[in-house]
């Protein structure tokens, strides 16, 4: 069981930016690789980004690629991502995910879930 916690959403203008944390209970948190995923008002929920297990590999969706980067603190339990110049369509729930399998830096299987934090891009 691993138990997950989004924080940093809030309301931004377009083309600031904004770090969002995931935190964990710290249980093999480095047996877990880490997705983010977002859901914006009427659309289905879309992984963004994703880091392997030990930082080496990370990939983002074309949507954010350049302006969002994924990092991740072993030792402390936690995974970021910063988000930068940011448009009114980042505007959703983001959710970070863990997975259990191999590729570790993937979509599909995610075995753990945080409850999300809102992120709202607006004048």
């Known amino acids: 069981q691993l138990q997950l916690v989004e924080s940093g959403g809030g309301l931004v203008q377009p083309g600031g930016s904004l770090t969002l944390s995931c935190a964990a209970d710290?249980?093999?948190?480095?047996?877990?690789?880490i997705s983010w995923f977002r859901r914006a008002p009427g659309k289905e929920r879309e992984g963004i980004s994703c880091?392997?297990?030990?930082?080496?590999?990370?990939n983002y969706q074309d949507s954010v690629k350049g302006r969002f980067t994924i990092s991740r603190d072993n030792a402390n339990n936690t995974v970021y991502l910063q988000m930068n110049s940011l448009k009114p369509e980042d505007t959703a729930v983001y959710y970070c995910a863990a997975s259990t399998s191999r590729p570790w830096c993937q979509y599909d299987n995610q075995n753990f879930w945080g409850k999300g934090t809102l992120v709202t891009v607006s004048a």
């Open positions: 880091i392997s297990r030990n930082g080496k590999f990370a």
């Open positions: 710290g249980s093999t948190f480095n047996s877990y690789g």
